[in-house]
């Protein structure tokens, strides 16, 4: 298994541009969620879905969108790059089963906002 | 109150010494709990899940204290190779979000 995978590894965005980033895992897992974190800060939640067509907000939504069409794939779409977004975005995925599953991290992407 | 508290630290720590960290959370409902380790610039990753029995992999130890609402970790013989940051992690009963702290920072010193 590849477990989760994340692309692009880096980024350099402009102001206002927009971008899709990538995130897909091969665990069949039904949770799936974005985080970003700042230089020596914690992780912050932006969207989470428990499976394909649902999503719901984290603690920092605003400026993202998601969605999840299939149970393996869960896009994070930025409409217009603020230097404000300038962090690392993980993509995480996690078993449904009930408690005591951990949550599995992809390598991250960095994006920076200029 | 925080959910998940964690010391950010840091703790700098010779190698050889033995080092523990604490964690309180605030739901005594919670169910699950890890210890994560995140290296600098990379992913966090499972270190190990705390048993209510108390569980050891090894030269790492982890606690849990039902009636203090917190859970612990100890490193034993320390090695350069454990600095990293290392995220108390709790499982609310009910919820499809695991609750992250924000970190305790290692840093071992030769």
């Known amino acids: 298994n590849a477990g989760v995978t994340q692309t692009p590894k880096f980024r350099i965005l402009k102001i206002g541009q927009s971008m899709t980033l990538q995130c897909a895992q091969d665990m069949n897992h039904n949770y799936m969620y974005w985080y970003r974190q700042d230089p020596g800060m914690g992780l912050k939640l932006i969207y989470y879905?428990?499976?394909?067509?649902?999503?719901d907000k984290g603690e920092v939504p605003n400026g993202y969108n998601v969605s999840r069409s299939t149970t393996e794939d869960f896009p994070l779409r930025l409409e217009l790059a603020a230097p404000s977004q300038t962090s690392v975005y993980f993509c995480?995925?996690?078993?449904?089963?009930?408690?005591?599953?951990?949550?599995?991290f992809g390598p991250g992407t960095r994006l920076t906002v200029t | 109150r925080k959910e998940v508290e964690q010391d950010p630290g840091p703790f700098n720590v010779p190698e050889g010494a033995t080092v523990a960290f604490n964690c309180t959370y605030s739901n005594s409902a919670s169910q699950s709990f890890f210890w994560y380790r995140q290296d600098c610039r990379k992913e966090p990753k499972l270190l190990m899940s705390?048993?209510?029995s108390g569980n050891e992999d090894g030269r790492f130890t982890a606690q849990l204290n039902r009636a203090s609402q917190y859970i612990s970790l100890l490193i034993r013989d320390s090695k350069l190779s454990d600095s990293a940051t290392y995220l108390c992690v709790v499982d609310p009963v009910g919820n499809e979000k695991l609750t992250f702290g924000t970190g305790t920072r290692l840093t071992i010193i030769p």
């Open positions: 705390v048993y209510s």
């Open positions: 995480a995925s996690k078993n449904s089963g009930g408690q005591g599953y951990e949550q599995y």
């Open positions: 879905s428990v499976g394909a067509g649902i999503t």
